[in-house]
């Protein structure tokens, strides 16, 4: 099972990125993805989780109406639009997986977002830099 991110890079305040997460070894079906980031000398948090399955996403507030997580099941990939992007999105993205075995509610995808380590397939990153 395999995650990786692309899209990140340098954008002023304002600016919008669109990070991808291309799943390999594994569909997307059956499957919670999230999105985290984690900036220097801070712990890592989630951005945006979703299961797609049971039609469920969750939104930090940090990111909310800023922030839209998709996916496309015919390239098996995820994505992230960041819009109106300021200095404290800056970080480190990550996307990740966890096998789901029964359905999930807004409360239980809230709580995996809450929980990085619940994740059990990482990607490697990609950099996102807000700065004028």
């Known amino acids: 099972l395999q995650l990786v991110e692309s899209g990140g890079g340098l954008v002023q305040p304002g600016g919008s990125l669109r990070l991808s997460c291309a799943a390999s070894g594994f569909t997307l079906d059956y499957f919670a993805i999230g999105w985290f980031r984690q900036a220097p000398g801070k712990e890592r948090e989630g951005v945006s989780c979703f299961s797609e399955s049971d039609g469920v996403t969750y939104y930090a507030d940090s990111v909310k109406g800023r922030f839209t997580i998709s996916s496309d099941k015919a390239k098996n990939t995820v994505y992230l639009q960041l819009n109106s992007l300021k200095p404290e999105d800056t970080g480190i993205y990550y996307c990740?997986?966890?096998?789901?075995?029964?359905?999930?509610?807004?409360?239980?995808?809230?709580?995996?977002?809450?929980?990085?380590?619940?994740?059990?397939?990482w990607g490697q990153g990609t950099q996102v830099t807000v700065s004028s």
């Open positions: 990740a997986a966890d096998r789901l075995f029964a359905r999930v509610t807004m409360t239980t995808v809230q709580q995996m977002c809450d929980t990085p380590e619940h994740f059990t397939v």
